[in-house]
C-alpha cells in the first residue's frame, strides 16, 4: 500500500503562485510514475503533469510555461511549482502514484482557488 497526502492549496489571485507537495509513504520502492491531476466543479478528473523515474516530465497543454512538477528523486515527494495562475486553474488538486503493475494510488485532494 501506498499513502499520499497533499499540501500547499489555498486561495490565490490570478497571476499568483502556489507549490503543492505531494508526500509518500508505505510501499514505495516499486513506483515508477508520478503525477498530479485536477477535478474542477462538474468536470471530469484530468491529468496536469506527470514525471517517472527518469525524471521525465508531461505537461497538459494549457499548464505549460506556467506548471512545473518535481521530484526528490527519492520516491516520496513530488511537486507542482504553478506560477501565472488564472481562474480556470480553480480546481482540487490530486497527486498520483503508479507502481509496477500499473496499481494506482490517489491522495484525498488539495483544493486551489484562484480568484481576485
Known amino acids: 500500500q501506498v499513502q499520499l497526502v497533499e499540501s500547499g492549496g489555498g486561495l490565490v489571485q490570478p497571476g499568483g503562485s502556489l507549490r503543492l507537495s505531494c508526500a509518500a509513504s508505505?510501499?514505495?520502492?516499486?513506483?515508477?510514475?508520478m503525477g498530479w491531476y485536477r477535478q474542477a466543479p462538474g468536470k471530469q478528473r484530468e491529468r496536469v503533469a506527470t514525471i517517472n523515474i527518469g525524471g521525465g516530465t508531461n505537461y497538459e497543454d494549457s499548464v505549460k510555461g506556467r506548471l512545473t512538477i518535481s521530484s526528490n528523486g527519492d520516491k516520496n515527494t513530488w511537486d507542482l511549482q504553478m506560477n501565472n495562475l488564472k481562474p480556470e486553474d480553480t480546481a482540487v488538486y490530486y497527486c498520483n502514484a503508479v507502481k509496477i503493475g500499473n496499481r494506482n494510488y490517489w491522495g484525498q485532494g488539495t483544493p486551489v482557488t484562484v480568484s481576485s
Open positions: 508505505g510501499s514505495i520502492s516499486s513506483i515508477y510514475f
